[in-house]
């Protein structure tokens, strides 16, 4: 048995020492050559995967993005309709103490500007 093992061990040497020089070159180099392209492979399927990665973040961001946008005209139609009410409050008492019963002005005109704002921000939101 361990002399089979010998022999066989010694049939590879022979074949081994029996390559050309030319031969085991080639060897040698196609070699390197399936090992270049197995490195850039791994490459391109690891942009390939962070590429994938970036988008995904793009993403989320123009979400947050879009979101915030929506927040802050909804807070601006918010605020609008507060300094119109406040307007109309003021109108009010003013127009008990005058007698008369019709919203005011600047209150028409706040409450139109509210309007304006509040209705893309809900557009933006939806």
Do not use: C, W
């Not at 392209?37 to 989320?60: C, K």
């Not at 802050?72 to 109108?91: E, I």
Request: proline share 1%; charged share 15%.
């Amino acid at each position: 048995m361990e002399a089979h093992n010998i022999m066989r061990n010694s049939i590879k040497m022979k074949f081994i020492g029996n390559l050309k020089i030319r031969t085991s070159l080639i060897l040698v180099l196609v070699f390197f050559l399936l090992m270049l392209i197995a490195g850039a492979a791994l490459g391109l399927l690891s942009m390939r995967a962070n590429n994938q990665a970036l988008q995904e973040i793009t993403n989320s961001q123009r979400t947050v993005t879009a979101l915030k946008l929506a927040v802050d005209r909804y807070k601006d139609a918010q605020s609008q309709l507060g300094r119109a009410l406040a307007s109309h409050v003021t109108a009010q008492s003013n127009a008990l103490s005058s007698g008369s019963q019709s919203i005011g002005s600047e209150a028409s005109r706040l409450l139109e500007a509210s309007k304006a704002s509040y209705k893309p921000s809900l557009s933006s939101f939806a």
